[in-house]
Every structure is written in C-alpha cells, then in structure tokens.
C-alpha cells in the first residue's frame, strides 16, 4: 500500500513539474550558479518527454516482435539447431556499446532519431529473446502433453497454451529492455534525437546543475513508473494470478 501510494505521489508530482515546471523554479534555483535559468525553457519538457516516450515504445515494440518471433522458432521441433545463430544475433547489441552503434549508424542513416531506434532495438532483443525461451522452455510438461491429448494443433498449443503461461516471463524481459531503453535513450541527444538527454547534455555544457538534476530526474521517475506497471502487469497475467480468480 505504501509503495502504491510512493508511486503515486511521484506520477502526480512528475505531471505537475511536466505541466507547468516554472513552479518548481525555487525549489531548482539553488542548483543554478551564476544567476543560470533553473528550468530548462529551450524546448517543452512536455513535449522531450513524449518524444523520449515514444522513441523507447516504438524500439521496445520492434525488439519484442523480432526477439519472441526468434523464441518461438528456435523452441519449434526442426528449428533447435537455429538456437546458437539466434542467440548470436540478439548479442549484437550487447557486443556493441549503443554509443558505438550510434558511431556507426550516423554515417549510413544520418543525424536524428534513426541512429538511437537502431542501439535502443539491437539493445533491448537479448533480455526478450532469453526470456522468451525459458518462458517456453520451463513450461510444465505435464500442460503441454494435456494439450497433446486433447487433440491440439502445433499452432492451437502455441497461442492457447504456450505463449499465454510465459507471458509473465516474457514480459518480464520487455520490462528489462524498456527500462534500459528508457535511459539509454538519452545518449540519443548527442546525434540530435530528441529525448530528455537535451536537457541534461545542456546542463553539462552550461555547468547548470539545475538542468542536469530535472533531466535525470524525469528520466529516473519514469523508469520507476514503467518498472513498476510491468511488474503489476506481470502479477496480473501469472496463472493463479487476480486476473485468474475472478
């Protein structure tokens, strides 16, 4: 109860700052030397924020559609022998650094939000890729076998029963990769994506530690947010669950 409550409070007080952050200015002038503005008023909060948003949603949905497509096809009898050459695949992007894979891709796709989707997607697939396969690996043989014996097709086991008990675990990998991409994404600011990373990289280069705190702040209570409604998310689908009992 008292942790709903925590989040709660920080979801109101984050919209209130998002939505007029000229009123937080006192409680930030302390933080910003030489008479430096304490808000960042370049560009919206509002808007950076639903911009960072949407560039972590749109790399996360990308991964989690290639990573369980790759789980389901290595877990299909005839298809085990793909399971090394998969899991190579989902490593590149723990392999590279996403500073490195922004290096690389600026040259081919150019400044913006293209080079920061392609580190955030190749970042966020080995945590759902592997946790697509013990979802549906570490399924009781016992439910598969049932589902066997009542005359299921391959594709009838895989939608009504396979996938349906590893949700939990599967999700549980895409809340890894979001919170990861949520945070990672704000490097995206150095090749000109828009994200929150605008704010603290100004912050650096002006010395404003004002700009640097709001930037990281907003960063850091919307990954506690995500976090915490995947985990109510998970909790939900798991067999025997709230959402079982009603």
Do not use: C, K
């Not at 002038?29 to 919206?44: E, F, H, K, V």
């Not at 930037?215 to 990954?223: I, R």
Request: proline share 8%.
């Amino acid at each position: 109860m008292i942790g709903r409550a925590a989040l709660g409070l920080a979801a109101a007080v984050l919209a209130a700052f998002l939505l007029a952050p000229e009123r937080f200015a006192p409680l930030l002038r302390p933080l910003a030397a030489n008479g430096a503005p304490p808000i960042y008023t370049q560009t919206s909060l509002l808007g950076l924020t639903l911009w960072h948003l949407a560039l972590v949603a749109a790399a996360v949905a990308a991964s989690t559609v290639v990573a369980v497509g790759l789980g389901i096809l290595v877990t299909r009898p005839g298809w085990r022998d793909v399971l090394p050459l998969a899991r190579t695949v989902t490593s590149v992007g723990q392999t590279f650094p996403p500073v490195a894979v922004l290096a690389l891709a600026v040259p081919l796709m150019g400044f913006g939000s293209g080079p920061t989707l392609l580190a955030l997607f190749l970042y966020g697939l080995l945590p759902i890729f592997e946790n697509t396969l013990a979802g549906l690996t570490g399924l009781p043989p016992a439910v598969t076998e049932a589902a066997r014996g009542m005359g299921m097709t391959p594709a009838q086991r895989l939608v009504q029963v396979e996938l349906p008990l590893a949700l939990p675990v599967i999700l549980a990998g895409v809340r890894l990769s979001a919170v990861i991409a949520l945070s990672t994404a704000t490097i995206g600011s150095t090749v000109a994506a828009r994200t929150l990373g605008e704010v603290i990289i100004a912050g650096l280069l002006s010395s404003n530690t004002a700009f640097v705190v709001q930037g990281g702040v907003v960063v850091g209570t919307l990954a506690l947010l995500i976090h915490a409604g995947f985990v109510w998310l998970e909790r939900r689908l798991a067999p025997g669950g709230p959402s079982d009992r009603r």
